[in-house]
């Protein structure tokens, strides 16, 4: 199972037979390896490019309730974390957030170094690059951070200095 999550360049055929694996429950999608990671986490920490089909896993998933997002690896990384610092999604990455907030994951969960998926996000761009709508994601997560009164300093700093590297660029 967890080989078929790190091919280093999957097809539309492989995301999708390891989606009907995990939906016929021949595999439990909750399964961690020896780094703590499930399957879901390791498909965006591999840096898969396929972001419609990882998007459509994402949500098969989801919609059978099937996955613990609130599941960490060994370093404090949820699904969260991951696809927003690790994976290439292009212009799905937004969908996929969207989809995981409406689906109960945790914001404010942080990882070892404390960072938020606010804080990957916004460090993503010295380590992966930009990536579509990036901007758009920035802007829906600080929005909830304000609505839950959760805006602090750190995270404006954060916020600042991402958003006056890209106006030097």
């Known amino acids: 199972m967890f080989q078929l999550c790190s091919i280093p360049h999957p097809t539309d055929n492989d995301l999708d037979h390891f989606q009907h694996l995990v939906l016929d429950k021949e595999i439990d999608p909750n399964k961690q390896d020896s780094s703590s990671?499930?399957?879901?986490?390791?498909?965006?920490?591999?840096?898969?490019?396929?972001?419609?089909?990882?998007?459509?896993?994402?949500?098969?998933?989801?919609?059978?309730?099937?996955?613990?997002?609130?599941?960490?690896d060994e370093d404090d990384w949820n699904v969260l974390l991951a696809a927003c610092f690790f994976s290439c999604c292009g212009s799905h990455l937004f969908d996929i957030v969207r989809l995981l907030v409406d689906h109960g994951?945790?914001?404010?969960?942080?990882?070892?170094?404390?960072?938020?998926?606010?804080?990957?996000?916004?460090?993503?761009?010295?380590?992966?690059?930009f990536v579509p709508d990036m901007l758009e994601i920035i802007q829906f997560l600080l929005l909830y951070f304000v609505s839950q009164g959760l805006l602090h300093g750190n995270i404006l700093f954060l916020s600042y200095y991402f958003y006056d590297s890209i106006l030097l660029s």
């Open 37 to 72: 990671r499930t399957p879901l986490q390791i498909l965006f920490y591999c840096n898969h490019s396929k972001g419609r089909s990882l998007f459509r896993m994402t949500r098969a998933l989801l919609q059978r309730n099937c996955v613990d997002l609130q599941v960490k």
């Open 105 to 129: 994951i945790d914001l404010r969960a942080t990882n070892r170094r404390g960072w938020t998926a606010l804080h990957a996000l916004c460090c993503r761009p010295n380590q992966r690059g």
